[in-house]
């Protein structure tokens, strides 16, 4: 039940004016630096954000294993989603939904994303993000993570990705993944939350994020399986070794860096905040795949709809809901992330989460006869 | 055979769709004077907020006047010539027909009182309405919003959004009596209160109030105090749009509806109404247009049946209602019994009724459930989500109150991990 009003369409920052397009070249720019650091062609004879990171970190004295520009992107990224958990608290802390699942992924941020791969540096071992597993972290199947990691971060990580979050996805949806605990997500949930309505509803949308996002998931498969053919026998064959290096190379930068990074938080104020969860997540599909067959669901209330476009604006997976509410259609979307934000923002509350088995059969319109008094 | 559909609302829209998926060669021409494409007017209130655009209010992508295979012509209509078989708009021309719907809505009542004509004095009904009150409400002003209905508390809602000091003032004794009681009501004036509102209550209005220059300075109520006030928005409900058909052959009642039977038929040859603008049998028996988003969709639908010649019966089926008082949601369902009329004139209610009501504790949030013998026959419900059919299905089912607050909790449709319902009082709420 939303409490107050937003004034989206009035804020410069998420009315694609100048202000928006300022702040996603900004983006833009940012990441281009932290993933290619140096660029002698732009004229970035040095990497900046390294530069920055090290002085920050001399300045603060902490350990030099920190003085990466990785930990410094962490910072940022986790202070950004408390800044915006907090304001999502402010603006829809009312709903138990909201609040439980915003201090849930901002939580898993700081402690898995960001605490625990910082005491791992300090302690001289390899970082590692608990809360990110493969597909979408491919290289935590890779060989080189999974021979080199202790058992329990391995079992962790096994577990994680097989096991428990297509278990919940099944029963209780993907969006105890994608909007609980996920970072990416996390971000698009929180600092993101202005932008959320510039996700397009068309029909082509839809078709394109079904054609993309399913590639990349096939692309992270085979990216995969190259990456462990190498590694068993890439030593007797030179010309495979070189072809999967440049496969794992490959993905890395199309997918892993410019999909993931550069666009998907690059176009935030233009295109909404979920661009790589909706047209690139290999996890989100994989997830996504399970939930359709699962039981999770949206129940629509029987011909209660009075097609205000609300729950379709605020959908950041660009999910035409009011379609399947006028329809009095309930539904699940491959897609859909279980934000809940579709039911909150809903004057006339027609839609609802849901996995418990369906109780009142819903798509017959109601039955007209009166109360014969 | 040459469909023509006067109003693109919910009703034009929804018949235009039903015609279309039995007729599929018939030319079908939607006409329309306000906007181009249809849209939802409830979500009038969140374009002004800005939460919404004008575009996301559609509730169809804009290819659908193509895929569908509708004409549109946009132009306000001055005359219907039902002898002629043909619409006459402004500039003269004419739009023949050989089967014709009209859905033309309704329109703000005209505020009656001395002084409201002229510029401060605003409607909150059409996209012009908005785009007026839009253009001059601007934070710090103080408004006043005169008429304690639904249109009401939602422009009141955007203006005080928006930063207005508003006062709300109502002629009634409390907020909404034409669903709520005296308990219902005292919460949400809480409601509304608690946001810093001026709410007066019991308070009818006398005269808007100019100054020298004609600019809106107040009103002034019943018992001659004043409100003071840069601008007033009336919403004291709605009349049919249908002065255009004064000189036509069409029966009006006295309200300007539309006559029609219960195949939404008019009383000329060729021409059917629905939605706002059609006078139609309510369960009580009288006559009277229904102004609701939910009964103009199936008044829509149901008309165009009959245009393609079935044989049809409107009746409203049981009733059902939703809105939204500031933050609390609010939903009906059966039978409800109320003190005050639509005209504001009083009604008894049967006497054999009783009422179990409990207000949470601690929360903006009340259940009545309404007794006949031993069944139950309504609910209202104030500040937590429900749906509506199982309610339905259980007055239908004959269910006595008992069985019904055993399992009232199975139709609770509040978001995920909210305060379930629970019953506070067996016995003693029953009065």
Not at chain 1, 154 to 183: D, E, H, N, T
Not at chain 1, 276 to 297: I, N
Not at chain 2, 103 to 129: I, K, M, N, Q
Not at chain 2, 359 to 388: A, Y
Request: aromatic share 12%; net charge positive.
């Amino acid at each position: 039940m939303q409490s107050g009003l937003m004034n989206t369409y009035q804020q410069p920052a998420s009315n694609r004016s100048w202000v928006a397009w300022l702040l996603s070249a900004l983006l833009f720019f940012a990441y281009i630096l932290l993933y290619f650091g140096p660029i002698p062609a732009l004229g970035l004879r040095f990497d900046l954000l390294q530069r920055a990171a090290e002085a920050a970190g001399a300045a603060l004295g902490l350990p030099a294993v920190l003085h990466s520009k990785w930990v410094l992107y962490g910072t940022v990224y986790t202070l950004a989603m408390i800044l915006g958990g907090a304001f999502v608290l402010r603006r829809h802390g009312n709903s138990p939904y909201q609040r439980i699942r915003t201090v849930s992924v901002v939580g898993v941020q700081v402690v898995f994303a960001f605490l625990l791969p910082i005491v791992l540096q300090v302690l001289g071992r390899k970082e590692y993000y608990f809360s990110y597993f493969w597909p979408l972290k491919i290289e935590y199947f890779y060989p080189s993570v999974i021979l080199q990691q202790p058992f329990l971060i391995v079992f962790w990580s096994f577990l994680g990705s097989l096991v428990v979050f297509p278990l919940l996805a099944f029963f209780l949806g993907k969006r105890f993944y994608c909007s609980w605990v996920c970072g990416c997500g996390g971000l698009a949930n929180t600092i993101g939350e202005p932008f959320r309505h510039h996700s397009s509803k068309s029909a082509r949308a839809w078709s394109i994020e079904k054609v993309s996002i399913h590639t990349v998931l096939f692309l992270a498969l085979v990216a995969t399986a190259i990456v462990w053919i190498n590694w068993a026998v890439g030593r007797q064959h030179p010309e495979f070794a070189s072809f999967a290096f440049k496969v794992q190379e490959g993905y890395g930068f199309a997918i892993g860096a410019m999909f993931a990074g550069v666009l998907g938080v690059g176009l935030y104020p233009l295109m909404g905040t979920r661009v790589w969860c909706r047209f690139g997540c290999p996890m989100a599909a994989l997830l996504g795949l399970v939930q359709k067959l699962g039981r999770f669901r949206i129940t629509v209330k029987n011909d209660m709809c009075i097609a205000c476009g609300n729950c379709s604006t605020y959908c950041e997976m660009g999910i035409d809901v009011r379609q399947y509410a006028m329809a009095n259609q309930t539904f699940t979307r491959a897609a859909c992330v279980g934000c809940g934000m579709c039911a909150h923002v809903c004057p006339r509350g027609v839609l609802k989460l849901e996995n418990q088995p369906i109780r009142w059969k819903a798509g017959q319109p109601i039955r007209v006869h009166a109360v014969d008094l | 055979m040459h469909y023509v559909i006067l109003g693109n609302g919910v009703a034009g829209m929804e018949a235009a769709l039903a015609l279309r998926a039995r007729d599929d060669g018939a030319p079908i021409t939607l006409v329309s004077a306000e906007h181009d494409h249809f849209f939802s007017r409830p979500a009038l209130m969140y374009v002004f907020a800005g939460q919404t655009s004008l575009r996301d209010t559609e509730p169809y992508d804009r290819g659908l006047y193509g895929r569908m295979r509708f004409e549109r012509v946009s132009g306000r209509v001055a005359s219907l010539d039902a002898a002629g078989h043909a619409l006459v708009f402004e500039d003269g021309s004419r739009l023949a027909y050989e089967r014709l719907l009209l859905a033309v809505g309704s329109r703000a009542r005209p505020a009656p009182w001395p002084g409201a004509e002229g510029a401060g004095l605003h409607y909150f009904v059409t996209l012009r309405d908005l785009e007026a009150l839009d253009h001059e409400a601007k934070k710090g002003m103080r408004a006043a919003v005169l008429g304690g209905g639904l249109i009401g508390v939602e422009v009141a809602e955007v203006l005080h959004d928006r930063g207005l000091h508003v006062t709300f003032v109502i002629r009634e004794g409390w907020y909404f009596p034409v669903a709520l009681d005296r308990n219902e009501a005292s919460l949400v004036a809480e409601h509304l209160r608690a946001q810093a509102l001026d709410v007066r209550l019991g308070a009818g209005v006398d005269a808007v109030l100019r100054r020298d220059d004609g600019r809106v300075r107040g009103v002034r109520l019943a018992g001659g105090e004043e409100v003071v006030a840069d601008l007033v928005v009336s919403t004291i409900g709605v009349v049919p749009n249908t002065g255009f058909l004064a000189g036509s052959a069409l029966t009006l009642a006295k309200s300007g509806a539309i006559e029609t039977d219960e195949a939404l038929r008019t009383s000329a040859p060729d021409v059917w109404a629905a939605g706002d603008c059609a006078n139609v049998t309510w369960l009580d028996g009288s006559r009277r247009p229904e102004q609701l988003w939910y009964t103009a969709r199936d008044q829509g639908r149901l008309a165009a049946r009959s245009m393609l010649g079935d044989e049809i019966a409107y009746r409203r089926g049981t009733w059902y209602n939703s809105a939204k008082f500031f933050d609390l949601e609010y939903t009906a369902a059966g039978y409800v019994p109320v003190s005050v009329g639509p005209e504001g004139n009083p009604i008894v209610p049967p006497p054999d009724l009783r009422t179990w009501f409990q207000r949470v504790p601690g929360r903006f949030e009340s259940q009545r459930i309404v007794v006949k013998g031993d069944r139950v026959v309504g609910f209202n419900m104030l500040g937590s989500r429900w749906n509506h059919e199982p309610l339905l299905d259980w007055i239908h089912e004959r269910r006595p109150l008992a069985w019904v607050l055993e399992h009232l909790g199975e139709a609770q449709f509040d978001e995920e991990l909210s305060p379930r319902f629970r019953v506070l009082a067996r016995e003693e709420a029953v009065s």
